[in-house]
């Protein structure tokens, strides 16, 4: 038996077994549902209203733009926050006191994540379906987009959200600036409205970051064709969004390890015992 | 090398502090020692070096036969470090948990050692039983401690860490804390360092004691070696015709036949009081903290 596989088959099932108790945690599962609804109110909100020059609904553009948000939420927020809140309660030292058991825990994470964005983007977009008009969603086409943006948009976000919650030392001092970042993030990646209507240095530092893309392409595999009009260049920019999304992986996958390896170096007992006295005293 | 550890002039400073100033010891197979020291004396920086989760400043380690800091998966496998859970996998089942994790151990079972601990057997080992489909959120604070210590051993380490396994214990707590450990080095060779500030615990766990003060082992024995070794004297305690007599002798032996040979049968209520573990550390943190250097060795293996 080979321990690698043996830790990567371990950390498969840890990763389901996380994903169900998500799902049957009254807390976690109502966070969920409730950003979930906060999107779909904003939605309904937003239906009857055109998309400037055109005579598309706002509130279906806002709903495939925030199946590309879901990805970056749970991807990088909720992948950071674990990774802070873990390290503080101590599962991470646990991880790494057994053989493998780092390599067990990330995959874990990974597929629990990803298997929140799923649970998340197939909730949003079913029922997201009965409210709006107007979604292409009748092509395999539309589909294969979707999966692979999907795919390429959690590889993009997940080291990203792994790197981020090495860097800060308690989930106190995390969940505030992230959730700023993401906010203002949105607000300059077409997400709530096009992007073209920004003022020009916006759209480019937009650009910049990988939610503009997973918006852009969620878009592309869900709208019909017609509606590229708004974006820039009058196109879907397929290349450019596999290129822009490619690049953040590799970034990411480069930078995850190192700083992932750093960190876990540094975990031992009494550093738990401190934070728990910390918060202990809050 | 025979010994399981093997620590020989281990230093560590963090900044200008000093916190390890050259400890020596060795462990063999089977044996549990106690790392015993007032607060600050340096244990957890110790034991975390010997877990592999902290570097070293100097010095040679080695454990199971090899360097900590260097050692890989193979080496993490045969040891095994209680932790003390806190809010972590709070949503997992008892059972769900340890069979997860025992499933990392699989690869590396040997021909003597079956790895991982069968999950059921481990959770009566603990006692645990009664809970084993419950939510870790969900047990009391003696029953998680029970849970980490399953975890530490949830992959038959032949080394077993633990650090101030008892620290906010219920008297109960403590007790079944103790009888798992007992059971533990009853049915297997399990070699278990420990470090606590709790006499009366060292003096339970303890094949043997290693005192650890500012950063320096100052005593290295068993409790009853120790106590002997440090105070030769014992409190010999009577009554004769009514009237009661405390006296501090060297041999004490040699002093109760005397005072029969004396007094005869009119020596009543006889005590001899020992000095105990509890006067020796005292005795020897008071004498190491105002600088008298005095090291003391009870026994050498």
């Known amino acids: ?282 | 090398m025979d010994d399981v550890l093997d620590v020989r002039d281990l230093r560590m400073r963090y900044g200008k502090t000093d916190v390890l100033n050259g400890v020596s010891f060795a462990a063999h197979c089977g044996e549990v020692l106690v790392l015993l020291g007032p607060n600050g004396a340096g244990k957890t920086t110790t034991i975390e070096i010997l877990e592999g989760f902290r570097m070293r400043s100097a010095g040679e380690v080695s454990v199971l036969g090899a360097d900590p800091a260097r050692a890989g998966e193979a080496w993490r496998a045969r040891t095994g470090v209680v932790l003390q859970s806190w809010r972590d996998h709070a949503k997992w089942q008892v059972r769900e948990l340890l069979a997860h994790l025992g499933r990392y151990y699989a690869p590396y079972s040997t021909p003597s050692v079956t790895r991982p601990w069968d999950v059921d057997d481990l959770i009566e080992t603990v006692g645990l039983t009664p809970h084993a489909r419950q939510r870790v959120r969900s047990l009391s604070g003696g029953q998680r401690r029970r849970l980490d210590v399953a975890i530490g051993i949830v992959g038959r380490p032949e080394l077993l860490f633990l650090d101030e396994p008892t620290a906010g214990f219920d008297p109960e707590a403590r007790r079944d804390f103790h009888d798992v450990v007992h059971r533990l080095t009853d049915r297997q060779q399990t070699t278990i360092l420990l470090t606590t500030h709790d006499l009366d615990e060292a003096e339970r766990l303890a094949d043997r004691i290693l005192i650890l003060v500012g950063g320096t082992i100052i005593a290295d024995g068993s409790a009853d070696e120790l106590a002997r070794a440090m105070s030769g004297q014992s409190e010999v305690r009577w009554s004769r015709d009514g009237q009661r007599f405390v006296h501090a002798a060297e041999d004490a032996t040699a002093f109760v036949r005397e005072l029969f040979r004396q007094y005869g049968e009119s020596v009543e209520d006889l005590e001899v009081r020992r000095a105990s573990l509890e006067d020796a550390y005292m005795a020897l943190v008071r004498q190491a903290e105002h600088g008298v250097p005095r090291k003391l060795t009870a026994v050498v293996a």
């Open chain 1, 1 to 282: 038996m080979n321990p690698t596989l043996v830790a990567a088959r371990a950390g498969l099932s840890r990763g389901w077994i996380e994903f169900r108790q998500t799902l049957t945690t009254p807390g976690d599962l109502i966070a969920i549902l409730l950003m979930t609804g906060g999107f779909l109110a904003a939605i309904i909100w937003t239906r009857y209203t055109h998309v400037p020059g055109t005579h598309f609904s706002l509130g279906t553009t806002m709903l495939v733009s925030v199946l590309g948000l879901n990805v970056v939420v749970y991807g990088v927020i909720t992948m950071g926050d674990l990774l802070v809140t873990e390290r503080e309660d101590g599962t991470l030292l646990r991880a790494k006191a057994i053989p493998n058991g780092m390599l067990g825990y990330l995959l874990g994470k990974v597929i629990n994540i990803s298997g929140q964005v799923a649970f998340a983007v197939a909730i949003t977009l079913v029922t997201g379906a009965f409210l709006v008009a107007g979604l292409a969603i009748g092509s395999p086409g539309s589909w294969l987009t979707l999966a692979w943006v999907l795919g390429l948009g959690l590889l993009a976000t997940l080291p990203l959200g792994a790197v981020l919650g090495s860097l800060f030392s308690s989930q106190r001092s995390a969940g505030g600036p992230m959730l700023l970042l993401l906010g203002g993030l949105a607000a300059i990646s077409g997400i709530f409205y096009p992007i073209t209507h920004l003022p020009v240095f916006l759209q480019w530092t937009g650009q910049v970051f990988p939610l503009y893309w997973l918006g852009l392409g969620m878009r592309s595999a869900l709208l019909p064709n017609a509606v590229a009009a708004v974006e820039i260049g009058h196109s879907w920019r397929h290349l450019a969004t596999f290129g822009v999304l490619s690049a953040w992986a590799i970034a990411g996958l480069v930078l995850a390890p190192v700083v992932l390896r750093r960190m876990a170096r540094r975990e031992s007992g009494s550093d738990v015992a401190a934070r728990r006295e910390k918060a202990m005293r809050r």
